[in-house]
């Protein structure tokens, strides 16, 4: 599949487990991005990283913890979450997030449940 | 830092009528103005953006206005269609770049045969 490839689709999790989120991309794009969609909240960008290093990081609690080996890879590692984690996880690419092409492309994301 | 507000949260237009979303942005630095579809279980895709030096800009049945003075700008459908029925974002962003991007609530759009 061509654009932006998010697995799993759907994850279910207790707060003690630790799991991992990914994104691949296949645009050859520079920039990823990982977003937080609650229900009736707007979109909250968590993490940008460009050209493979971290740009940005708005707040987010250290339970999220991104990783991006490459720029065509993103993930994101979840570990003790809160039911209130509980929400879609979108990833997105850019060509450049630095004021290129600001274009985002986004992943069908990760529906992600909380226990 | 930007805030972005979007109303209506939700429109119901009949089929071949209008439909407009309003959305309000605070900082004046803002230069980029994307609108993104969101249709359900989907990923959510650009349909058309404006940049500050541009007060309207359309694509067929889809129009964006911008008033930089109120700071506000607009999505207009023309003569719409079942398919049109998604949730709609506006966003802006300083310096058109994508980790300045903030988002609207997002409006809720459902064209009624």
């Known amino acids: 599949e061509t654009g932006v490839t998010q697995t799993p689709r759907h994850l279910v999790m207790g707060m003690t487990n630790k799991k991992s989120l990914k994104c691949e991309q296949h645009l050859g794009h520079n920039a990823m991005y990982w977003y937080k969609q609650s229900a009736k909240k707007p979109l909250e960008l968590m993490f940008v990283?460009?050209?493979?290093?971290?740009?940005e990081n708005n707040s987010v609690p250290s339970r999220f913890s991104p990783e991006c080996p490459n720029s065509s890879h993103l993930f994101l590692h979840l570990h003790t979450l809160q039911p209130e984690d509980s929400a879609l996880y979108l990833c997105a690419s850019s060509q450049d997030s630095l004021g290129g092409n600001e274009k985002l492309f986004f992943g069908s994301g990760t529906q992600l449940s909380v226990l | 830092g930007e805030n972005v507000e979007q109303h209506p949260s939700t429109l119901s237009v009949q089929e071949g009528d209008s439909a407009v979303i309003k959305c309000t942005y605070s900082d004046s630095a803002s230069n980029y103005f994307p609108w993104y579809k969101q249709e359900l279980g989907k990923r959510p895709q650009l349909i058309i953006d404006?940049?500050?030096?541009?007060g309207e800009k359309k694509d067929q049945r889809i129009a964006v206005t911008l008033n930089k003075t109120a700071k506000h700008f607009s999505l207009h459908i023309t003569e719409t269609q079942p398919e049109d029925s998604a949730v709609y974002f506006c966003?802006?962003?300083?310096?058109?770049?994508?980790?300045?991007?903030?988002f609207g609530g997002g409006t809720r759009v459902l064209v009624k045969p």
């Open positions: 966003a802006a962003s300083i310096g058109a770049a994508g980790n300045k991007l903030t």
């Open positions: 990283y460009s050209l493979e290093e971290r740009v």
């Open positions: 404006i940049r500050s030096n541009v």
